[in-house]
């Protein structure tokens, strides 16, 4: 079968390992969208699937047998356990078949690209998007439109580098993965080689904040402004058309995430799972009233060379409770829990309200305890800590 514009991967079948990914579900959408034949598997049914529910997808603890004849591509998540191409090779293809704007940057990656993809979406150019969370107001994490290509690149393993877009967004240089680099110098360079391949560049840092009435609060939210702005204008959007309809977009799902509010205490989540991230949430939701901040800290690795920044970060709020690690793909480390930053803490502040939950449940339990009329609750994490809020329900 012969494929066309609008059906460029006609033909083509492909297998996914770790589709129910935020990721690999998105491609996985868009890869049917384009035409191709797409089935998967994962370990557990997570909310992406419900985005693509017509394609058939395999729910077990071990990846079944490989179909003969598909393409098969494998999330990071599964690397090693599946044989099959990396993801960053299915993202690239879709890359290079649209015109693309890929955002990059240790932090502020989702809410940039979102705010891209909705003032496309809001000024009826129909962009597809890619993005590493759920933006309400685009109904979901993907689309397959027929304009610009929107998508959030990633550095934790490189994979921002195989992409070629018309357009990229720098927004900031950090160290956060610190099993792929050993220093921020070494993740400067991944960024450098890599925008030297890109024919039009966003260099966030450079830019002043807006000075716009935006509905998602924080100074680091008119930064992320001024770096969508300055996208879409290289991609042809006029300013104030794109101003007019940013001021509407009312963030993405997990960052900053008003969740309700119950008996006068205002709930708040967020993915912040670095120490800029914690600083720059804890200063937006800061309204005269206490803050009162659960963090369940993210990789052994970053909790063991970021213990003291997360503790200074985290001194910024009312009362704080930390609970154990969220591993994800990583292996307990000896002697490294979330302890080390509770121990950080009560050095850093003596006297502050600090608790110590390993367990999410504990933890939730001892916050709503605190919690009285007029205080903000906000969960920091990027693992399974939102699920704290139900004991406030």
């Not at 608790?355 to 009285?372: Q, T, Y």
Request: overall charge negative; aromatic content about 6%.
């Amino acid at each position: 079968m012969s494929s066309s514009p609008s059906q460029p991967l006609a033909g083509r079948r492909i297998w996914i390992a770790g589709i129910g990914g935020a990721g690999m579900s998105a491609y996985a959408l868009l890869a049917a969208a384009w035409g191709a034949e797409v089935v998967g598997w994962d370990r557990a049914e997570t909310p992406y699937l419900a985005h693509i529910p017509e394609l058939a997808v395999t729910i077990a603890p071990g990846p079944p047998a490989l179909p003969p004849g598909f393409e098969v591509y494998v999330s990071t998540a599964f690397a090693g356990l599946v044989a099959g191409r990396p993801r960053e090779e299915l993202l690239a293809e879709l890359v290079s078949l649209r015109r693309a704007i890929v955002v990059a940057g240790a932090h502020g990656k989702t809410t940039t690209s979102a705010m891209i993809a909705f003032c496309l979406d809001r000024l009826g150019l129909d962009p597809a998007f890619l993005i590493g969370g759920e933006v309400p107001q685009l109904g979901g994490n993907a689309g397959a439109g027929g304009g610009w290509l929107v998508v959030e690149g990633d550095e934790s393993d490189r994979s921002v580098a195989a992409l070629r877009p018309q357009i990229a967004v720098l927004l900031n240089v950090d160290l956060d993965h610190h099993t792929t680099f050993g220093s921020r110098a070494e993740v400067q360079v991944l960024y450098d080689e890599w925008l030297a391949h890109v024919p039009q560049v966003v260099r966030a840092e450079e830019l002043p904040p807006v000075e716009l009435d935006l509905r998602v609060p924080g100074l680091h939210n008119r930064h992320n402004a001024a770096a969508a702005l300055a996208a879409l204008e290289l991609a042809g959007v006029a300013r104030a058309d794109a101003e007019r309809v940013i001021v509407e977009f009312g963030g993405a799902g997990r960052r900053l995430e008003h969740k309700g509010d119950v008996r006068g205490v205002t709930l708040l989540d967020s993915y912040a799972h670095h120490p800029a991230e914690i600083t720059a949430d804890l200063a937006a939701v800061r309204d005269g009233g206490r803050v009162l901040a659960l963090f369940q800290p993210h990789l052994y690795s970053r909790t063991l060379y970021l213990a003291h920044e997360f503790a200074a970060a985290l001194a910024a709020a009312d009362a704080v409770c930390v609970t154990e690690i969220y591993p994800a793909r990583e292996q307990p480390v000896a002697g490294v829990s979330g302890k080390l930053v509770v121990e950080e803490l009560a050095r850093i502040r003596p006297g502050m309200t600090i608790a110590w939950a390993p367990e999410l449940e504990d933890a939730a339990k001892i916050v709503r305890g605190w919690a009285r009329p007029g205080d903000s609750v906000v969960t920091l994490g990027a693992g399974d800590v939102e699920r704290a809020l139900e004991v406030f329900a």
